[in-house]
């Protein structure tokens, strides 16, 4: 009795756990796109426009967005997803909206659908849109396609000199702030993540507005480590993007990296962030050394959540070295 039931159980639990595993590996599609007359098949003269924002998720199927609309020439009278049909051509309804604002010029709502398989390759597609239907014109005033956006993803690996371990190959785990810069001066911010990367120095992050095929350099900082630069311009392919700093020093730019070990660290012993690891940085690591400072904070360069001699050590180095940032 027992054994039949332990076998019962076992593809539910290997179900499960699939489940599982594939949640982990969810895609967060951003949507951002316009509503308007010139969409419509054949095309609205209309003061009308909008907007649908929103997100879908591949794994839980959860489509949700927020409509909004203002301006229309008539007033509302319903309101559907539409598909598959790309632009310039019409399709039938895939889904109604039941929670539109009706008989009005503007308005905005909050639609949330799970979509079948078969609904989900047609909105992934682009092969989905918008239509508002009005009494000025009942076959839609103002017309969306949208085109869901998969996120990039930066596959990073990143170590820093006083929270590595060249024995131990290991990492204090902690967080570093992961820029994505234009390739041309003054190499403007474009997207900025953050995330904690692990005793082996990586960490994946998401980006919602990076662009495929473009190059971009990527800036590293970190509470207290010398910020530092891709050696290069890189580029997302399939929304995806893979870079390490520690195989060699020719990583960072200008080689502005130190050897610990077998790998190559970011310097630490910027405590306040000047881009140069110098005197203030020390006497401020000395001042907190003499008070005994604990817990999470800028001058405790190991890790150990205690400012003491090891951490001055480490910075007193980099200062003699007069190690300052690096970057195109
Ligand atoms: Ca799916
Ligand atoms: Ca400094
Ligand atoms: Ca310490």
Redesign the pocket.
Known sequence: MKRTKLLKALPLFAIMSMLLTAQAYATIWNINNVINGTQEVPPVVTGGSGTIVGTYDDVTNQFNATITFSQLTGTTSAGHYHGPAAPGVNASVRIGFTNIPLGVTGGNFSPSFILTASQETELLGGLWYVNIHTSFRPGGEIRGQIYPVAPKLLDLTYLIEGLYNGGTNLMVADTVTVNIRNSTSPYALVESAKIKLNTSGSGILTYASVSNATPYYIQVLHRNGLETWSAGTVQFVSNALSYEFVSAATQAYGSNTTLVGARYCAYSGDVNQDGTIDGTDLSSIDNDASNFVSGYVVT?????????G??AAVADNNAANFVSVAKP
């Open positions: 405790d360069l190991d890790g150990n959540d205690f400012v003491d090891s951490d």
